[in-house]
């Protein structure tokens, strides 16, 4: 199905019978992990196996924003490391990915998420992150389209300003790393299924694909949203993720007007200007576990009654099209970073929920190492499983719902 399609990476590889580390999942982390095995450690003999297409879940299903404003000091690194990447990587691949630090505008709407905002910028400065609070005069003078008055249900009393975030084209970032994938010899196998794992002295032997036996010494499973189901196929292993949609869409071309990233927790809602001229914005998540991809009339209704209630000029706009994507949420929002577990050399990448995106080259970056030495960085200890076992939940849930406005 894939192998007589012409690919911008190169033409496929041969699915060989060996390979010394197998990827399952073709997004951004899968991909990432896999480019940066070959360019920091030499690791080149690699398999990236996707069973429909690289980009099909997370990476292809989100609004592309990136920042790093988030609030534990456990994220706030990781996330400023890979905001720092991003233009580093559009040189390094030779591919223009797109980013667009415009700065991201987090409003508040009360005097509590006031207080909770001071506490997010003082860790984030704290850390040498650019992260400030305005007031809403100058949220008005940033965004002129917004509403300050006291007309809005939850009228905007101030925003964090985090100047360094932006956006970025996702399927360029997915491009350009399949492409330098493909330079340093690694193998895209798009259109394959993983059907089971071995193990031999409680180690990670062998992959089973659709199209036959892989062996390999080291595993990752950076499959996102499935990354669970396929752990509990695989292994048995049960994981504590539940799987949600989160739905976006994008308006009619638009000149431009909102030239920052705008985001409400209160009215969960984010939005942000395309190079196209459209808004694209998107919603909280739908309150139940599933696993499809489709759109409801429900959040078209919320989305415009939300971005119309902060900016008032949108009355009227068209969406033109809508979409849905899953994110994996773990109970504390943040990710499961895993090795070695239930049997050697099986790695897991999961749980990012909202972040997957962001943190894509940073952590791929990480889990190369980690698989490369076995050995897990540093920064990424904080997001090991045992954490729930432990009862030592991270707390950046407060960090995206001004509670205080919607009871």
């Not at 506490?119 to 949220?139: K, M, P």
């Not at 504590?240 to 976006?248: D, E, G, K, N, W």
């Not at 540093?378 to 406005?405: C, N």
Request: contains cysteine.
């Amino acid at each position: 199905m894939f192998s007589s399609r012409k690919r911008l990476w190169g033409p496929p590889a041969p699915l060989k019978p060996a390979y010394d580390a197998v990827i399952v999942g073709g997004g951004l982390h899968g991909l990432a992990t896999a480019y940066f095995l070959a360019r920091d450690h030499g690791l080149r003999d690699v398999a990236v196996i996707e069973q429909r297409y690289i980009g099909f879940g997370g990476a292809g299903r989100n609004t592309a924003i990136v920042r790093a404003n988030q609030r534990t000091q456990e994220n706030l690194p990781l996330y400023k490391e890979g905001l720092d990447l991003w233009p580093v990587l559009t040189r390094e691949l030779d591919f223009n990915l797109m980013f667009h630090n415009c700065g991201n505008l987090n409003l508040v709407h009360s005097e509590a998420a006031l207080k909770a905002a001071r506490l997010n910028v003082a860790s984030a400065q704290f850390l040498g992150i650019d992260s400030r609070l305005i007031d809403a005069e100058e949220c008005r003078r940033r965004v002129p389209a917004l509403d300050i008055s006291e007309r809005p249900r939850h009228p905007i009393r101030g925003a964090m300003y985090h100047p360094p975030g932006g956006i970025l084209r996702h399927d360029a970032v997915v491009w350009g790393l399949a492409k330098g994938c493909a330079r340093h010899g690694i193998h895209i196998h798009q259109g394959t299924a993983v059907n089971g794992l071995g193990t031999t002295d409680g180690r990670v032997a062998w992959v089973d694909t659709d199209r036959g036996r892989i062996r390999t010494p080291r595993v990752l499973n950076a499959t996102g949203a499935y990354a669970a189901g396929l752990s509990h196929r695989l292994l048995g292993q049960r994981l504590p993720v539940s799987v949600l949609t989160i739905q976006a869409m994008v308006t009619q071309p638009l000149k431009p007007l909102l030239d920052h990233v705008v985001s409400s927790g209160a009215y969960h809602v984010y939005a942000n200007q395309t190079l196209k001229g459209e808004i694209a914005t998107g919603a909280h998540m739908d309150p139940w576990p599933n696993y499809t991809t489709g759109t409801t009339a429900r959040y078209i209704k919320h989305q415009a009654e939300a971005l119309t209630e902060l900016m008032p000029c949108l009355a009227g706009v068209r969406f033109m099209r809508a979409w849905g994507g899953l994110a994996d949420m773990t109970p504390d929002m943040a990710p499961i970073i895993e090795g070695h577990r239930p049997v050697e050399n099986y790695y897991l990448d999961c749980g990012w929920g909202y972040f997957g995106f962001k943190s894509s080259a940073v952590t791929g970056r990480y889990m190369a190492r980690y698989m490369a030495t076995g050995e897990c960085p540093e920064i990424l200890e904080p997001f090991a499983l045992k954490r729930f076992q432990e009862h030592r939940l991270m707390g950046e849930t407060a960090a995206l719902v001004d509670y205080s406005a919607n009871n």
